[in-house]
């Protein structure tokens, strides 16, 4: 096997509960060994391109990747802005424009005459 890559069997009908047991404890955050949160992409992308495999195995490896693809966004994110906070810089873009102030009239508004003399 080589390495960063996991044993795929095309036999194998706990392919979709495996990949549902992965989306779940990978969302949780357990810990998994070593390289094989890189080997379940190239995993994923084997049951995709499985012809034998059915839409629901396919659909949940799709599921998969795009779960790993979003975690690893907000991971990066997270990191980003605390890089950024460590280092004084703003952790989000804000755009303040001047403030003016109205002067207040100490008088209360007149009422408007209604229309068509009413």
Do not use: H
């Not at 094989?36 to 995709?48: Q, S, W």
């Not at 059915?54 to 802005?81: G, H, P, Q, V």
């Amino acid at each position: 096997m080589v390495e960063n890559q996991i044993a795929y069997d095309p036999e194998d009908r706990r392919v979709r509960e495996t990949m549902r047991l992965w989306e779940r404890a990978i969302a949780d955050g357990w810990e998994f060994p070593e390289g094989t949160l890189r080997a379940i992409p190239g995993f994923c992308v084997r049951v995709m391109q499985d012809p034998n495999r059915s839409d629901r195995d396919k659909l949940r490896a799709a599921e998969l990747l795009a779960s790993l693809k979003r975690d690893n966004l907000a991971t990066l994110i997270a990191y980003d802005k605390a890089v950024r906070l460590d280092s004084g810089e703003a952790t989000e873009r804000v755009e303040l424009a001047p403030i003016t102030l109205r002067p207040q009239t100490l008088e209360p508004p007149q009422p408007r005459p209604l229309k068509n003399g009413g």
